[in-house]
C-alpha cells in the first residue's frame, strides 16, 4: 500500500486525478483554472509522475506547436470512486475542520 | 475538498489512518514498528495534525511517566473504507506500478 501512496498519496495528484475523472478536465489550462490553483511547476510534476506509474496516458491535439491532452488510463479510473468518497467526505466534514476566518469588523 | 485534502491527503496520514481503523494499533511503539517506518518527527507531527483536525483523539493509558493511546474519532472512522479502497487498489495494481529490483546475478 505504502508503494501506491508514493503515486497518489499526494493532494495535487488527487485533484488532478478528480478533474480527469469527475470534471472531465483533460488539457493544462483547464487544470490550471481550477479553483485550488496548482503551480505550474506542481503540474507538469504530477502529470508526467502519473504518465510513468501508468495512471494517465498523453494523447496529442495539436501538432504545431505540439499540445498534449490528458485522460485516465484503466487503472487510473479505478481511482475514481475513491476520489468520489473523499469529496463526500470532505463535503460532510469540511465545514468542521476548515481553520475559521477572521470575522470583518 | 482541497481543505480536507490538507487533512489527509499525504501519504502517511493515510498510513496511519489504517493502522489505527484497519490494524488496530493506537501506541506510538506499534505505528513505528510498521514496515513502513515512519520516521518519529513525521509520526509526532501527523498525529498531532490529525487531532487538531478532530480526527484522531489522544487518551492518556499510563501515567509515569504519561503515556498516551491514539483512537480514530467517528469522523476519523468514517475514512476507514477509503483507505480500504486504497488499500484494494494497490493489491490489485501495485505489480505494475513497483520500481523493479535490479536482478542479482
Known amino acids: 500500500m505504502a508503494t501506491a501512496l508514493d503515486v497518489f498519496g499526494d493532494k495535487w495528484t488527487l485533484l488532478l486525478i478528480r478533474d480527469m475523472g469527475i470534471f472531465g478536465r483533460t488539457r493544462n489550462k483547464e487544470f490550471q483554472d481550477g479553483k485550488e490553483g496548482i503551480p505550474t511547476n506542481i503540474l507538469a510534476n504530477r502529470l508526467k509522475s502519473l504518465q510513468e506509474h501508468g ?37 460532510d466534514h469540511v465545514a468542521g475542520i476548515r481553520i475559521p476566518k477572521r470575522t470583518q469588523k
Chains 1, 2 share one sequence.
Do not use: C
Open 55 to 91: 495512471l494517465v496516458q498523453r494523447k496529442p491535439y495539436q501538432n504545431n506547436p505540439p499540445r498534449f491532452e490528458y485522460h485516465l488510463t484503466p487503472a487510473g479510473k479505478e481511482l475514481i470512486p475513491i476520489v468520489r468518497s473523499m469529496a463526500r467526505w470532505s463535503a
